[in-house]
């Protein structure tokens, strides 16, 4: 069993093509429930942010699970296969392995560094575990991405750049309308993003912050935790006062998370007409799909600040240094989580080794009481522990070794040589598969799913 990766982000798509495939939260549990109907796919976990969304999937077979996942993703996005094919990427497993640690250490982020991400990891294993689709292989694999994620954020200064994507817009937000310090800003949406987007502004100087929520607890959560926590005065308002919460702001943070439009042209018409400001309205669009309607960029007035200019902004970057830093990191972690992966497969083979042992140890201490039936009990456990201690002496050396060579490159092997020297059933062991080699499986790669970047295909991440 190996993990299958299928992904589109930022770096393989328009914003266009990542509105049609975002998955929500209601979205989750669905899709991750007919994965697991598969016929080749144990285990399934989708990560789900505002610019990736990524499939990760315990399967046995590459190609059938492949396909599997293909037509799920087509179905739920209403996108042609060969149009879902051309923008996304395929990782197979060390590859996958290499990319979820980029992701968790915020390399692969839009704003280099990120550090959100983690959380949106840490949400995709718990919707996982939720749903009872998270097996051993796939929370080995999540943990020790948060635990790579971590160490990057904690040893390198990655996050220089930004602690989000929020930090950037509110950059962009403060070239067309200058300091925000003092001005009233709307954060539209009380989840994750929304929160980050109230620290950022009050970071900022913001003098008040209004909050926006479809539910208006949580909208007063958020709006309670920007004046205890960040000390800005706020307001929380129901989504129907949308219009004239508008009116009295400056800049406009949206991330909702909804499919489809929260913000009409109408309701910033008379935003607009019940705005007394000499300065523009900025309108920060974090919504994957948008938040925002398309026309609304079109209005005197209005900036509209959205992802598709965000991927183009040159501050989403990370100091040459920092970024070499973190990918030794993950390239350390990598060979680390593959090392305990293959002495994790060979265990089967080792636990079957000792149990034929300790079936011949016992057939013989009753082949000895056939034949010695007046051996006195004291005197048969003796007998029995000495041959059990030989038994254990001899069979100590090469499992031990056996686990050690199989942590190395191609150790499987060593595995394999302690069947066939033990004629042990592969059953038996449950014993090391011989993963499919990656280097074969890549030049089938554009046959089956066409990875998105010329020069990308073999795992690494950009």
């Known amino acids: 069993m190996s993990v299958l990766l299928v992904g589109i982000s930022h770096r393989s798509a328009p914003v266009a093509v990542l509105e049609k495939i975002a998955i929500t939260e209601s979205d989750r549990p669905k899709l991750t429930d007919k994965m697991l109907a598969s016929s ?16 990760y999937a315990v399967v046995d077979a590459f190609h059938p699970a492949l396909g599997e996942i293909g037509e799920l993703l087509t179905e739920h996005s209403g996108l042609p296969l060969p149009e879902l094919t051309k923008h996304a990427y395929v990782r197979y497993a060390e590859a996958a392995a290499e990319h979820l640690f980029a992701v968790a250490s915020g390399l692969d982020s839009m704003v280099v560094g990120e550090q959100q991400v983690l959380s949106q990891i840490r949400a995709a294993y718990a919707a996982s575990d939720a749903r009872q689709a998270a097996g051993r292989t796939l929370h080995e694999l999540a943990q020790h991405a948060l635990r790579v994620g971590k160490r990057v954020h904690s040893e390198t200064g990655i996050d220089r750049a930004g ?8 950059d962009r937000a403060r070239v067309a309308l200058g300091p925000l310090e003092g001005r009233t800003a709307l954060v539209l949406g009380a989840g994750a993003m929304g929160g980050l987007a109230v620290a950022q502004l009050a970071r900022g100087g913001v003098a008040k912050i209004i909050v926006v929520n479809r539910t208006l607890e949580k909208a007063q959560r958020l709006g309670h935790t920007a004046t205890t926590m960040h ?61 925002v309607d398309h026309a609304v960029a079109g209005l005197p007035g209005v900036t509209v600040i959205d992802m598709e200019t965000l991927q183009r902004d040159p501050s989403a970057g990370a100091a040459a240094d920092d970024t070499a830093a ?14 305990g992966q293959r002495m994790a497969e060979v265990t089967p083979t080792v636990a079957a080794l000792r149990q034929m042992a300790a079936d011949v140890v016992e057939a013989e201490l009753l082949r000895l009481d056939s034949r010695l039936p007046g051996l006195e009990s004291g005197e048969r456990e003796e007998v029995a522990r000495t041959v059990r201690r030989v038994v254990d002496k001899l069979l100590h050396a090469p499992t031990v070794r056996v686990k050690q060579l ?19 059933k592969p059953g038996a062991a449950q014993a090391v598969a011989a993963p499919m080699e990656i280097s074969a499986l890549q030049g089938e790669l554009a046959d089956d799913f066409t990875a998105a970047h010329p020069g990308d295909e073999q795992g690494h991440t950009a």
């Open 40 to 55: 080749h796919v144990s285990e399934a976990m989708i990560v789900s942010t505002c610019n990736r969304i990524e499939v």
């Open 163 to 170: 602690a989000s994507v929020v930090s950037v817009a509110l």
């Open 231 to 291: 000390g800005v005065a706020a307001e929380a308002i129901e989504m129907d006062r949308l219009a004239e919460a508008m009116a009295a702001a400056d800049v406009v943070v949206t991330c909702t998370g909804a499919v489809g439009t929260v913000v009409t042209l109408a309701d910033v018409h008379r935003a607009l007409s019940a705005n007394t400001r000499a300065d523009e309205l900025v309108i920060c669009d974090l919504g994957l799909p948008r938040d």
């Open 406 to 424: 199989a942590s190395t490159p191609g150790g499987d092997s060593y595995a394999e040589a302690l069947r066939e020297l033990f004629e042990l």
């Open 326 to 339: 973190a990918r030794t990191i993950v390239a350390d972690e990598l060979t680390k989580y593959l090392a």
